[in-house]
Every structure is written in structure tokens, then in C-alpha cells.
């Protein structure tokens, strides 16, 4: 586990609290805080396409800062897509506006082009930009770095974009195991190098995103998916920065993931943070979990979802607020200004 000392921002209530340890307020940030719902943000849209904005390390670093501008938050994520760091394994892909994959991975012929990169290759304009993020932060605010998980990734590549059931990758892990423990090893191992070379670059903490293990029993999370992310956190071992993972969808498989060594897991709205605190055991700090559609209540009833979430996160080992998914595109940016007035307001 990470030590207090071994960060370079030891004082950010944020990083604090993902250790489990005392802070003044309880801190917060918002999955997709940079993004869709912010005018300035749709002002940049009308000049450049997602993948300029989030591959030039000018604009990237401006977008991530957009939110920070506007609203107190602990801390900033670096504004960038979980299929970044895929380009550089050999798979071409667009955005319309989600991700398609133009050569999905299919069976046991696609390993011959299949790739794990060096280090080096893999985006180095967002290693220029988080450069450039960690000197502009000030000390009290932490800058996330993030990768998505083997099996959320295994997905996408498979399917070839989007889906609601991801039958074809699922029916992978079956027809062709063999073929899709190397897809999978070969995306762990690129992680690896990704999530390194974040934290080399300025990143404070890490972040793994599973969106979609929840299609997945306990018994297939710990086949196909478990020891994928267990390979990511062994290659990170000794990386001083506190690590969270959120296996959305997930409740089911919170027995399993207790036993993962990370230091924060997310919660999506559906489950109690208590419960899941108590189905985590002791000293693992909960992110979350405020139900996003709740930005678009009336204020008071905002903040008495807000407050039960607090209530909840404060029986936990630590606490990150957070929404329990991405803030929704068509959210109110006043409604969000509230909700972080009211957790820094909120005492326990």
C-alpha cells in the first residue's frame, strides 16, 4: 500500500482520504468532469473533433483544467479516453462519437499483428500534457491518471465499438480461450506501461475503469478478468500512488475484488456505500456514489441525496465523493457548483 510520504502532494485531501487518513472536508471530483456538460467545453467542439482535443497536449491539458476553473474540486482526471493507449498495440480506431474499431480482434490469425508496445510509444502527448498539469496544479489539488481494465478494453476490441450485451467477446473468452488469455494478457501489459507512464509524467494517483464486468459472473470475474487487473496492479507495485478501481456494475462481485490490492474501488449509485464497505472489509477507502440523474432534481433534494451518500461514505474506511457513473452531457454546471458547496459544507 501506498505511504503518506512517498507522494508529492502529501497535503491534498484527496489522496489523503484514498489512504484512509484524516481530512478537513470530505474531498470530490466528478467522473467526466471534463466534458460535454460545460459550455466552454462545447465552445472548444465547435473548433476541434474528440481526438484532436484529447491528443494535443495544449488542448488536453486545457480541457482538463476547464472544471477546476469553474469549481473547487480535489482533483483533476486528465482528460483522455480509455482507448487511447490502444492505437500504439496495432488496432485503428474512430470515434462516431464512441469508439469503433476498424480491425477487431477476432480469434488466434489476429495475433500475428497483434502488438505489446515499448513504453515509449505509447501517447506521448499525454505524457507532454500531464507534464504540464502537474506544474499548474496547485498542492492541494491531486491529478488523476487512468487505464482501462483488461476485460472493458477485451470488450470494445472484440465487439468492434459499443454494445449492450458484448456477446461476441464473451463468446470469445469460450470458442477461442486461448486466443483471448493473450488478447487479454497483451492489454494488461500494456496498461502497465500506460499507468507508469502517467505517474512518471505527473499523476498523483491511478484509476482503472471495468465498464463492463458486470456482464460477468463472480466465477468468470475471477477467470477472465480478476487476474488481469491483478497483473496491472503487480507491474505497478512499486509505483507510489494510491490506486483506485471501479468495477461498475459490479456489486455482485465485491467479495472478489476485497481481495485485490488497490486502495479505493468505486461504487456505482445502486449499491449503499455501507454494504459496500462492509463487503470490502476493513481499510479500503469507497468513491462515490450519487446517482447522476440527482443533478437534475430540484436543489434541496439534491442535497438530501447528496447528504445520505456522505452519511454512508462516512461509515466506510475513507471517503471520495463522487457520482456513482459520468455526470450526464445535459447537466446544469450551477447544479453541479451547488453539490460541491454542499459536500465541502458537510460535517460529519
Known amino acids: 500500500m501506498t505511504e503518506l510520504a512517498e507522494l508529492r502532494r502529501p497535503d491534498a485531501p484527496y489522496l489523503r482520504a484514498c489512504l484512509g487518513l484524516e481530512t478537513g472536508h470530505v474531498p470530490m471530483w466528478i467522473m467526466r468532469q471534463a466534458g460535454r456538460y460545460l459550455p466552454e467545453y462545447r465552445k472548444l467542439k465547435e473548433s476541434y473533433d474528440f481526438l484532436t482535443l484529447s491528443q494535443t497536449p495544449d488542448l488536453l ?61 505509447i501517447a506521448p502527448f499525454l ?25 472493458t478494453l477485451f470488450c470494445y476490441v472484440v465487439e468492434g465499438g459499443g454494445s449492450k450485451d458484448f456477446m461476441t467477446p464473451r463468446s470469445l473468452l469460450r470458442a477461442e480461450p486461448e486466443a483471448a488469455e493473450t488478447l487479454l494478457s497483451a492489454l494488461a501489459d500494456t496498461q502497465v506501461h500506460y499507468l507508469r507512464m502517467q505517474h512518471q509524467a505527473g499523476a498523483d494517483a491511478l484509476m482503472i475503469f471495468d465498464s463492463w464486468v458486470g456482464l460477468l459472473s463472480e466465477t468468470e470475474y475471477r477467470r477472465f478478468a480478476m487476474p488481469y487487473v491483478q497483473r496491472i496492479l503487480g507491474g505497478l507495485a512499486d509505483v507510489p500512488a494510491p490506486v483506485t478501481y471501479f468495477p461498475f456494475g459490479g456489486a455482485h462481485l465485491l467479495e472478489a475484488v476485497s481481495e485485490l490490492d488497490v486502495d479505493v474501488v468505486g461504487i456505482d449509485w ?63 454546471p450551477d447544479q453541479v457548483a451547488r453539490l460541491v458547496d454542499f459536500v465541502h459544507g458537510w460535517s460529519r
Open 127 to 151: 505524457k507532454e500534457g500531464l507534464v504540464t498539469l502537474a506544474g499548474e496544479l496547485p498542492p492541494h489539488q491531486a491529478l488523476i491518471g487512468f487505464s482501462g481494465a483488461p476485460f
Open 270 to 332: 445502486r449499491t449503499p456505500l455501507s454494504k459496500a464497505s462492509l463487503r470490502l472489509g476493513p481499510g479500503k477507502t469507497v468513491q462515490g456514489n450519487l446517482n447522476p440523474a440527482a443533478l437534475f432534481a430540484a436543489p434541496d433534494v439534491l442535497e438530501r441525496e447528496a447528504d445520505v451518500v456522505l452519511e454512508e461514505g462516512d461509515q466506510a474506511a475513507g471517503h471520495v465523493f463522487n457520482l456513482g457513473h459520468g455526470i450526464d452531457r445535459r447537466s446544469d
Open 61 to 121: 491539458t486545457e480541457v482538463t483544467l476547464q472544471p477546476l476553473k469553474r469549481f473547487p474540486m480535489d482533483a483533476a482526471i486528465v482528460f483522455a479516453d480509455i482507448m487511447t493507449p490502444l492505437h500504439s498495440m496495432g488496432f485503428d480506431i474512430d470515434f462516431a462519437p464512441g469508439p469503433v474499431i476498424q480491425n477487431p480482434f477476432r480469434g488466434p490469425a489476429d495475433i500475428e499483428w497483434l502488438r505489446t508496445p515499448e513504453p515509449e510509444e
